[in-house]
């Protein structure tokens, strides 16, 4: 089973999406958990991408076609991360912030949230902040999710909060950030209510703070 783990990363760092398809289609046929399938097949090849890209080992348009064999297989998996039919129990705009156009990490967020019952109003990316404001309040949604990618982009999250301030709205939002370059201290610096590293965490925090304010 790990064999074919290591082989889907590498089919996905190739950008081979039927590959790909197929090996995670083998993997929940023998039973794998999909956070496994996830975690040490699909993710661990698009860290090794980055590292690739990050060392001109590979460029832009083989990131890409790892994208795409990335989506290929978590389609796939959504059905099974996302548990069906349960209540809605809040709402979330999430979006990746203005002039970053990184999504895989928003839609996992997404889906994990998805997968706490929660609704998701997913207004893609190069989001500008009075977009997020706009959806929060045409939905009247609890939360307003931020994802950043680039250290150039992660200072819009501070105009996000600073729209919802603007428009009336703070008080009523939980405003979460995260994404590789986002740390606490940057969450806390700019006034974002919660910070979380991963997708898994994010959807639980989401939870944590409707329920903490009744909501949920
Ligand atoms: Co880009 N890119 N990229 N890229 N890219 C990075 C981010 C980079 C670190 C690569 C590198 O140099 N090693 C680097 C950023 C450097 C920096 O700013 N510090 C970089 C760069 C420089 C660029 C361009 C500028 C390259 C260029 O054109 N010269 C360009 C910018 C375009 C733009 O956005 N305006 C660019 C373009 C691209 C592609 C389009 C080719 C492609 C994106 C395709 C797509 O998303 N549809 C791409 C990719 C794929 C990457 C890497 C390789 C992988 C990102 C990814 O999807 N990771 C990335 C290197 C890396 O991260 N290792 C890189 C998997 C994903 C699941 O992780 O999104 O971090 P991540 O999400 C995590 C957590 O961060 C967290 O949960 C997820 C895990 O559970 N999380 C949240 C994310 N959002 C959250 C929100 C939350 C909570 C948690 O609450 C709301």
């Given at each position: 089973m790990m064999e074919l783990l290591v082989k889907m990363s590498e089919a996905l760092q190739k950008g081979k999406a039927k590959d790909v398809k197929a090996m995670v289609q083998e993997a929940i046929d023998l039973g794998l958990e999909p956070q496994t399938i996830l975690n040490e097949g699909l993710l661990s090849g698009m860290n090794e991408v980055g590292i690739k890209f990050k060392n001109n080992e590979v460029y832009v348009p083989d990131v890409l076609i790892a994208a795409r064999a990335m989506k290929a297989g978590t389609e796939l998996l959504k059905p099974l991360l996302v548990a069906g039919g349960?209540?809605?129990?809040g709402k979330v705009v999430i979006g990746t912030v203005k002039g970053d156009l990184h999504d895989i990490g928003k839609n996992l967020v997404a889906m994990m949230m998805e997968g706490q019952g929660l609704e998701i109003i997913d207004a893609g990316t190069d989001v500008a902040p009075e977009r997020f404001v706009e959806l929060a309040k045409e939905n009247d949604a609890q939360i307003i999710a931020c994802s950043a990618l680039l250290t150039t982009t992660m200072g819009e999250m501070k105009a996000v909060i600073e729209a919802a301030t603007a428009a009336g709205i703070r008080e009523h939002v939980v405003i979460m950030v995260g994404g590789a370059p986002v740390n606490d201290t940057f969450a806390k610096t700019i006034g974002a209510d919660i910070y979380t590293p991963d997708a898994a965490s994010a959807a639980e925090e989401a939870i944590a703070a409707l329920i903490a304010r009744g909501i949920a």
């Open positions: 349960i209540k809605a129990r």
